[in-house]
């Protein structure tokens, strides 16, 4: 996918469900939860890293699609509730500064999603 379009999807998103089996450093994690996007996701190598003591981040065991489904059922039953804001040390300067950047904030998200189930 050229950046313009991935930025465009960014841009237009409440959340993002990532669902890897194993991942290295999740850097799509990182960008999502620098626009403050909720995150669902799998338990699985650098989304672990990244989602531990976040808030606005929920993950289940790898493959579990029965509680990612109930996860995103009942945020989607809860108004889309947006993640809260990211919060940076003070040495974090230059990512505090990063993030301003590319920051927009999330539109209201609408009944358009279907239940996993449905896929």
Same mark, same amino acid.
């Given at each position: 996918m050229p950046v313009s379009e991935l930025i465009a999807s960014f841009d237009a998103s409440a959340?993002? %469900?990532?669902?890897?089996?194993?991942?290295?450093?999740?850097? %799509? %994690?990182?960008? +999502?939860?620098? &626009?403050?996007?909720?995150? @669902?996701? @799998?338990?699985?190598?650098? %989304? &672990?890293?990244? +989602?531990?003591? +976040?808030?606005g981040i929920v993950i289940v065991a790898p493959g579990d699609w029965s509680a990612l489904e109930r996860e995103i059922s009942a945020w989607l039953a809860q108004g889309c509730a947006p993640a809260p804001p990211l919060v940076l040390r003070p040495q974090d300067g230059r990512l505090a500064a990063k993030i301003r950047q590319v920051h927009r904030p999330a539109p209201p998200f609408g009944p358009v999603l279907k239940p996993l189930s449905a896929w």
């Open positions: 959340a993002l %469900v990532h669902t890897p089996q194993s991942e290295s450093f999740g850097l %799509v %994690v990182a960008e +999502a939860r620098a &626009r403050n996007f909720k995150l @669902f996701g @799998f338990k699985t190598g650098g %989304v &672990r890293d990244i +989602a531990q003591g +976040a808030a």
